[in-house]
């Protein structure tokens, strides 16, 4: 009973639904027809029906043949702008009712509320029309008829589900569900040519459905054994691509596949066993591979990607355990060999276009590059972090891509894609190397593949590998700096990972600048030169200093700074550049700081350590000269603002020999002399390097004698800036001169400080100051000597008086009648040879001395007339001003004249 009301229902609903399309087919067509007859039946714009009448007649007559091409034109013309007219009058009477509805005293509302009352009296008014269309056209009858028997089906439908004729066993739906799909399936297939979309449509739903209920008969249900129901859905998969591809549709097979995957999600209960659950999806996917080696339908190919990976990834998550190994790492690997051989069946189509744009744009970069990601990092879970197999699976993925890319690389169509493949070859060598060795040997191996990366880069003339070159010497430098900073192990000097991978790191940054300035890319290869210079300096110094013993480790460091020099100086030689002669300037100018402190630890302590060694000087000097050598032979070194790279260069190569010897001479001697006679000898140096700089500038310009006359005059003041400093570094010392007596202005620090004043005097008279001081030069030549006169005072003192070396010596009387002599004495000189010379500066000067001198008499000499002292200070204050009254009574009248 129930199976035959089923059945009843069928055949009075399906002939039902038939008639109701029919009828709304046919209801839509007589609108139309009524529709277009109106048109055709309305008069022109502007002529009345009566003028029309009347010119009929005439125009038939005229007219009896057939209508000439010209007046056709003319009528379509007509009937165009008849009907323009007829819509701009529908128009301006709709804006003339709107109008008139509106109230006159309601002035101006909002815009959308006018327009929503519009829309919805406009829709009220078509549903009227509509409702009574239905009522007045058409066949009344048979619309109530079929209206009345859809209402007494569902009467029945709803009495047979209350009184239980519609249950069935499991068997009997699933297997109406089937025929069903069945049915819809040949449906689909009978009408594949006249309604194509839902016929595709249908065809896909209905394999879907047929592939959820083996699922669930099998899985769900048990009433089908596995191995069938897996071959029945391998061969739904494969029906599937067979109409996919004899069709031509990616719409029935993207239903298809959706459902398919779906499936298991749908109806399983439990998680199953995962040997049935991934072989389901292997036979899914070599069903979309056997699609992909006919059809080129790239959203089907990324449907089975995503799909696969987002189950495999979210199994793995949740139920993978070591036991399933076996089952995961070859469905894995069936995965990765599928979506890595899609993109290379399209490549080799591909030669049907040979564009290489076209190319190009037919790669699928989720599949190339998402594929070996994602199956890398599902091994790397299934290995669980295991470094060395990892390492090993790394490298044979890269050979594979590489053998690829070996392959694809020689037809044009495919050359693209066998870039990607060489790309992603370097790439998976590139992280075998951080897997299988150390940090310290992959960064020198991944800064090795970065400098081969920008070789590429620039061959191919393509961006991105230079910036991946580029970006891995970076990745690789600071892999390496980390190691060096939290692993310190002991190991053998230059024999060593870190050793060696530092020189790799420098080398390819070197190696990268070399081929980015050759390239003509100046900036780029600038950074680079600049990053391997510093990676090798760097880890040479960390090798002096590991491993050098202290007494050395400076001169260890000159020849480092020496030879690297040579080496810039050499290259620029044979290929000028700017940035090499810069180079070769900081190495001498490094030079020069470390001479300077090896000078300053001389005179702060001059028995911590020991002498620098002669063999490191001597190699900085003479490759020195060999790098001054080189600069000279371009210009691209002799020119530049405010000083060239040249200058900077000879300046701090002259410097190296002052430096170094002033340091010698500062070493303990086996004589028993004050420091006094060593700290005047320090100073002979820079005073000889002086002299030839003023004398004899064609001694030591060489090997620039020619471009350095242009900067002279700035080593010149370099050498007198040095000179200064010594010299007041020399003012605190007390100058004892041992094991001679002292002597007033003959001890060994004040001839040094006086030759000092006579040397920069010189340099004054020949023109070598700078033209600011140069203005200021006899001020700070006098005022200087009046400083070194006031010091010798107090050094003598100190020696002879036996005054204490200290602030406390100004508070003896015998301090205070020196100074007061001294500068009295000093005094009356100015006025006396202000007033002859007639130069009024020097009077006045003179003059504010003296009344400096009568008020520390005042304030200061009044607190010692006790004694002879203080009453000598009077005395002698006094007769001096009276020899000045008989000398120079009164300033110069003239104006003063310079000598």
């Not at 230079?466 to 690789?476: K, N, P, S, W």
């Amino acid at each position: 009973m129930p199976l035959l009301l089923t059945l009843l229902v069928i055949l009075l609903g399906l002939p039902s639904l038939v008639a109701v399309v029919a009828l709304v087919r046919l209801t839509r067509l007589s609108r139309r027809v009524a529709a277009l007859e109106a048109v055709l039946s309305r008069p022109a714009a502007g002529v009345a029906p009566s003028e029309r009448a009347e010119a009929a007649p005439g125009a038939r007559a005229d007219r009896p043949g057939p209508m000439a091409p010209a007046q056709e034109a003319q009528e379509a013309r007509e009937a165009r702008e008849t009907k323009g007219a007829r819509e701009a009058l529908t128009v301006d009477a709709w804006r003339e009712a709107d109008a008139t509805e509106r109230p006159p005293g309601e002035g101006r509302r909002r815009v959308w509320r006018g327009g929503l009352s519009r829309r919805l009296a406009a829709a009220t008014r078509r549903a009227r029309g509509a409702a009574a269309r239905w009522l007045s056209e058409g066949n009344l009858p048979v619309k109530i008829g079929i209206l009345v028997l859809f209402a007494g089906l569902a009467a029945l439908i709803r009495h047979a589900s209350t009184q239980g004729w519609l249950t069935l066993s499991v068997e009997l739906r699933l297997a109406g569900i089937a025929a069903l799909a069945v049915a819809a399936l040949g449906l689909g297939w009978h009408q594949r040519q006249a309604r194509r979309a839902f016929a595709l449509s249908l065809q896909g739903g209905a394999i879907g459905v047929l592939l959820m209920v083996i699922f669930a008969a099998a899985q769900r249900f048990a009433l089908l054994p596995l191995p069938l129901a897996f071959l029945l859905s391998a061969a739904l998969v494969a029906g599937l691509g067979v109409l996919g591809v004899l069709q031509n549709a990616l719409s029935l097979a993207v239903l298809g596949s959706l459902a398919g995957f779906l499936a298991p999600l749908w109806l399983a209960r439990g998680p199953g066993d995962p040997l049935v659950l991934f072989g389901y999806y292997a036979l899914l996917n070599l069903g979309i591979f056997a699609i992909a080696w006919v059809r080129h339908w790239r959203l089907l190919e990324l449907l089975g990607f995503v799909a696969t990976s987002a189950i495999a990834t979210a199994w793995g998550v949740l139920e993978y355990a070591p036991a399933h190994f076996a089952v995961a790492q070859p469905f894995l690997a069936l995965f990765f060999l599928l979506y890595l051989a899609i993109p290379i069946l399209h490549a080799r189509r591909g030669a049907e276009t040979p564009s290489p744009r076209a190319a190009v744009r037919r790669l699928d970069g989720t599949l190339i590059f998402g594929t070996p990601l994602l199956a890398f990092g599902l091994q790397a879970a299934l290995l669980e972090g295991e470094r060395l197999p990892l390492a090993l699976c790394a490298l044979g993925v890269a050979l594979l891509y590489a053998l690829l890319a070996a392959g694809l690389i020689r037809r044009a169509p495919s050359r693209p894609l066998g870039e990607a493949h060489a790309a992603l070859a370097m790439g998976f060598a590139t992280l075998a190397i951080p897997l299988a060795l150390s940090a310290r040997v992959s960064a020198g191996l991944l800064a090795v593949e970065g400098a081969a990366l920008v070789w590429l880069g620039l061959r191919q003339h393509r961006l991105l590998p230079r910036l991946a070159g580029l970006a891995l010497q970076l990745v690789a430098g600071l892999t390496l700096l980390a190691s060096l900073l939290f692993a310190w192990t002991p190991d053998t000097p230059v024999a060593n990972a870190a050793f060696m991978a530092g020189v790799l790191v420098a080398g390819a940054g070197l190696v990268s600048a070399e081929l980015l300035w050759r390239d003509g890319r100046r900036r780029w290869a600038l950074g680079a030169f600049a990053w391997g210079l510093a990676g090798w300096l760097g880890i040479a110094a960390r090798e002096i200093a590991r491993h050098a013993p202290p007494s050395l480790a400076d001169d260890w460091r000159l020849a480092l700074l020496a030879v690297t020099g040579l080496a810039l100086a050499e290259r620029h030689r044979r290929r000028p550049a700017t940035a090499l002669a810069w180079g070769v300037a900081g190495g001498l100018l490094l030079a020069a700081l470390l001479l300077g402190g090896a000078l300053e630890r001389a005179l702060m302590a001059p028995l911590a350590g020991g002498p620098l060694a002669p063999w490191g000087f001597a190699l900085m000097v003479a490759l020195g000269y060999r790098q001054l050598q080189g600069l000279a032979r371009h210009p691209e070194a002799l020119v530049g603002e405010p000083l060239p790279p040249a200058a900077w260069a000879q300046g701090a190569w002259l410097a190296a020999t002052p430096l170094f010897l002033s340091t010698l001479l500062l070493q303990p001697l086996p004589l028993n002399l004050a420091p006094a006679w060593q700290l005047a000898a320090a100073l002979l140096p820079w005073l000889t390097l002086a002299v030839l700089l003023c004398r004899r500038p064609d001694w030591v310009l060489r090997p620039l004698v020619e471009p350095a006359r242009a900067w002279r005059v700035s080593l010149a003041t370099g050498v007198l800036l040095a000179l200064a400093l010594a010299w007041v570094a020399l003012l605190p010392r007390p100058g004892d001169p041992y094991p001679l007596p002292w002597l007033p202005l003959a001890n060994p620090l004040a001839l040094a400080q006086w030759t000092t004043l006579l040397v920069a005097f010189q340099l004054w008279r020949g023109g070598l100051w700078p033209a600011a001081p140069a203005r200021h030069a006899t001020a700070l030549l006098g005022g200087a000597a009046f400083l070194l006169l006031t010091v010798e005072l107090l050094r003598g003192a100190h020696l002879a008086g036996g005054a204490p070396w200290s602030p406390a010596m100004l508070e003896l009387g015998l301090v205070q009648t020196g100074l007061t002599l001294l500068w009295s004495l000093l005094g009356v000189i100015g006025w006396v040879l202000g007033s002859r010379r007639r130069q009024r500066t020097l009077w006045r000067l003179a003059a504010l001395l003296m009344a400096v001198v009568l008020v520390k008499l005042v304030v200061v000499d009044r607190q010692h007339l006790g004694n002879l002292l203080g009453i000598a200070s009077f005395i002698g204050y006094g007769l001096l001003c009276i020899g000045v009254g008989y000398l120079a009574p009164a300033p110069p009248r003239r104006q003063e004249e310079t000598p």
